[in-house]
């Protein structure tokens, strides 16, 4: 078990073995995902990189009796074969394959047999690439929520692909442009599934692939979220959840003794009380803490009464205010995020977090996901509700945020230029056409399909693929127990008055969950988070500040308001707005700016 990284390079006019230099440098720069690395497979149009430490770094390749090449593939993730294909066979009736990790073997035994048609065999989070010598077809696969990062670009004969944006920007065929669309994105966090912030940039849908044959490109899904009518009674709803959480639980968790990213709320807490009452045992655990009186965090009480009742090896992971400040750690953090976000800390932490776990364990399980399923604060819905935008940007407008968090500082007349509300009702009108309801059903069931289905497809970027790139970055696998297919399909049928029966958010949860978890976390109010709260943190935002106006050649110059700027520089209150909306106006634009000098990004507004 690893963390891990693919990328590659299709060109039908050039002989790839003659561009070594250029192979190579995209391996290079996949560092964010992999630290080790061993040679590419280079064909005469297409080259595979791999970067990981189960399998050095080198593609999975199937070769015929006579050692001809049939298929290559690379993978990125945890996955599951099906029972009648046995990930430890290395030949078959067919082939012979050699080399690869665990994944990429699975993942081309899986088309070897089903052809395009392998991820609907496959369970697990991935992202992987096939490519098949035999019909020069290039196949880009994804999971069926997206954990796992895919992104590439079409060239003029071929395609580059990667787990990494800055690693496709690396390519010299590519050029990293931002236009209007894709400022609106990177500002409001929401772009059209399928697209990239940058201009010509793609992403492999959740559940689809992309077949890249010599003739076209086609995209075609294998999976999304159907619509069924419910039929269990509330008893049988909750023991169903049960038994597929459960099931969730125990093929994520690896090894003898699981580990648990234990925060004390109740996601987490359940989660760490299904391990300890499964096959595994009590797990080890790990919270996060900071030194001194840089944050509070009220969970901390709550973990430690699960950690005493299921007698959990339990580990504090001490973060200092100082790391927080540390310019070379905002870096790393940028890197690993892949595009700038309003959320300075909430960022730092966890790779800070991760960093730390991962000298414990290769492999820790996260609560992430919860929330979107069983419908949490701003998840649950009521009869009179009118849904007019997303409900986290609904929220945002109501707390005077007009454009959205981070988006303070910038230049008033080029959000109006842009069309930031344009973009945003575009996108919540796509997002909408999208739902899937059943036939038949009342207004507040076809409510709560829709705050489902937007939760589920549009903002788990801010939660479990957030934590997934920062965890990865810093060298620890975490899985997600709780975006699991299977149990996303049966909960997103399930109607709203089961999720809320007894009055609360998350009522399926606290049911299934009251016998794994001591009675204080049942009744808890949840609480965000906890940010940074040192008066040197806030200092150095001012600081950064004031070397960008210094700053002639910053990149994002021309698209923020420098009096507001100045105004912020000079007035520390206006950093503390609304408790930490104006750090986040600011860490917006600090992010932008690095990222776009980072990846050279050029504007065409």
Not at 392 to 402: A, E, Q
Not at 407 to 417: H, V, Y
Request: aromatic share 6%; proline share 7%; hydrophobic share 40%.
């Amino acid at each position: 078990m690893s963390v891990s990284g693919i990328a590659g390079w299709l060109d039908r006019e050039r002989n790839l073995r003659q561009f070594s230099l250029t192979v190579e440098q995209l391996a290079s720069s996949l560092v964010t995902r992999g630290r080790e690395g061993g040679p590419p497979w280079q064909e005469q149009h297409v080259a595979l990189v791999q970067r990981d430490s189960a399998s050095h770094g080198q593609p999975a390749i199937a070769t015929n009796a006579l050692g001809d090449v049939l298929a290559a593939a690379v993978c990125d993730g945890d996955v599951v074969p099906p029972s009648d294909l046995d990930p430890r066979e290395s030949s078959g009736p067919d082939a012979t394959i050699t080399g690869g990790n665990r994944g990429a073997r699975i993942v081309l035994r899986a088309y070897l047999r089903w052809g395009r048609s392998a991820p609907e065999h496959l369970d697990g989070v991935f992202a992987f690439c096939v490519f098949d010598v035999r019909g020069e077809e290039l196949l880009l696969g994804r999971d069926r929520l997206g954990v796992k990062p895919l992104s590439y670009v079409l060239t003029s004969s071929g395609a580059v692909f990667a787990s990494d944006v800055a690693t496709i920007t690396s390519h010299p065929l590519v050029r990293a442009e931002l236009d209007g669309t894709g400022l609106a994105a990177v500002l409001t966090q929401l772009r059209s599934p399928g697209h990239g912030v940058l201009r010509g940039l793609r992403e492999v849908r959740p559940g689809h692939t992309v077949c890249l044959s010599p003739n076209a490109c086609t995209e075609e899904p294998y999976w999304r979220l159907e619509a069924h009518p419910h039929e269990l009674d509330l008893d049988s709803t909750i023991k169903h959840v049960r038994e597929l959480l459960e099931d969730a639980v125990a093929r994520s968790a690896p090894g003898k003794q699981a580990a648990v990213l234990l925060s004390g709320g109740l996601d987490s807490s359940i989660l760490t009380g299904l391990v300890a009452f499964g096959v595994h045992g009590p797990p080890r655990t790990f919270t996060v803490l900071f030194d001194g009186a840089a944050a509070p965090v009220p969970d901390r009480p709550y973990a430690e009464e699960v950690v005493r009742m299921w007698a959990c090896d339990h580990w504090n992971v001490v973060i200092r205010p100082e790391e927080l400040s540390d310019p070379v750690t905002s870096a790393e953090v940028l890197a690993a995020k892949d595009v700038p976000t309003p959320f300075g800390d909430k960022n730092i932490t966890p790779y800070l977090f991760s960093r730390q776990v991962a000298g414990h364990t290769p492999v820790a399980l996260s609560g992430e996901g919860a929330d979107a399923l069983f419908a949490g604060p701003g998840g649950s819905v009521d009869g009179n509700r009118v849904l007019t935008s997303f409900p986290w940007i609904m929220r945002s407008r109501r707390m005077g945020m007009r454009h959205g968090i981070g988006t303070g500082l910038f230049d008033r007349a080029l959000l109006e230029a842009v069309d930031v509300d344009g973009h945003v009702d575009r996108m919540f009108r796509e997002a909408l056409d999208e739902v899937p309801h059943p036939a038949g059903g009342d207004r507040l069931e076809r409510l709560a399909r829709q705050v489902d289905y937007l939760t589920v497809t549009r903002l788990l970027e801010q939660t479990v693929l957030h934590m997934e790139r920062l965890s990865t970055a810093a060298g620890l696998e975490v899985r997600f127990p709780f975006t699991d297919h299977r149990l996303l399909s049966m909960l997103y049928n399930v109607p709203p008055s089961m999720k809320s029966f007894d009055g609360r958010e998350k009522s399926l949860l606290r049911a299934l969950g009251r016998d794994v978890v001591p009675p204080s976390v049942l009744t808890r109010a949840k609480v965000p988070f906890p940010i940074n709260y040192d008066p040197g943190y806030r200092a150095g935002l001012r600081s950064r500040l004031r070397d960008f106006l210094d700053d002639s050649t910053a990149p994002a110059r021309p698209l923020v308001d420098l009096q507001a700027i100045r105004r912020m520089t000079e007035e520390p209150s206006l950093i503390d707005r609304g408790g930490w909306f104006g750090r986040a106006d600011a860490e917006m634009v600090l992010q932008l700016n690095d990222w776009m000098r980072r990846l050279n990004i050029q504007t065409r507004l």
